[in-house]
């Protein structure tokens, strides 16, 4: 069994295997506001708030999370999340999701 936590800021990748990863998503300047809208060319990519609070965005459309439910959003569909000092959001996603295949626009919310 291996046990991994993650108490720092912004984005990190917990466990990498096999196709798939998961992450943990804290509070970092990039998720203090809404300003960068991302999205992944491949593949799909899941949030699931596990404390504090967060809004994702898909699109230009704010959606408050609520703890413990699952937000998938689709291959291809802008996004980006916004979270609390005292967030922690767990992040799955394909193995394969990165900078190269990934788009990335700065806006400014309507």
């Not at 798939?20 to 991302?38: P, Q, T």
């Not at 295949?101 to 919310?109: F, G, P, Q």
Request: proline share 1%; aromatic share 10%; with cysteine.
């Amino acid at each position: 069994m291996e046990i991994a936590a993650f108490k720092g800021e912004d984005f990190k990748v917990m466990v990498k295997s096999g196709g798939w990863k998961i992450g943990f998503l804290r509070y970092s300047e990039r998720f203090a506001d809404f300003g960068v809208l991302e999205r992944h060319l491949q593949t799909e990519e899941s949030f699931v708030l596990l404390e504090g609070s967060a809004t994702l965005y898909e699109n230009y459309e704010p959606c408050e999370m609520e703890t413990c439910k699952v937000y998938t959003i689709g291959r291809g569909v802008w996004h980006h999340i916004t979270v609390s000092e005292d967030a922690t959001v767990m992040v799955v996603e394909n193995a394969d999701t990165s900078l190269q295949n990934t788009e990335r626009i700065a806006v400014s919310k309507k």
